[in-house]
């Protein structure tokens, strides 16, 4: 069975988001942070493929870090100056190299910023 599961853990003024990942071959996907808004579409924040360099978002770029652990098959976020507009669920997701589609879901995280 497929899973992801997304969890948070808050460290002083950083939040880093993880998603575990299992049942399926972790090292041939891409793996991917999404996020949607309330009354906005879902947008790709950051994805990195194995061995390959992250790609960001530019709305996110110099503040959010992505970062894939592939022996735990966990996929990283660290959230760092966070703004009201960064207040979204949070999902991890996964697609096969070469594939369009993203084909797996987590069940996504709330993340809520104040002013």
């Known amino acids: 069975e497929v899973q992801l599961v997304e969890s948070s853990v808050q460290a002083g003024g950083s939040l880093r988001l993880s998603c575990a990942a299992s049942?399926?071959?972790?090292?041939?996907?891409?793996v991917a942070w999404f996020r949607q808004a309330p009354e906005k579409e879902r947008e790709i924040i950051a994805s990195v493929g194995f061995g390959a360099k992250p790609t960001y978002a530019d709305s996110v770029k110099g503040r959010f870090t992505v970062a894939r652990e592939n022996i735990k098959k966990t996929l990283y976020l660290w959230l760092n100056n966070l703004k009201p507009e960064d207040t979204a669920m949070y999902y991890c997701a996964a697609r096969r190299d070469g594939a369009g589609e993203y084909q797996y879901w987590g069940q996504g995280i709330q993340v809520t910023v104040s002013s």
């Open positions: 049942g399926f071959p972790y090292a041939d996907y891409i």
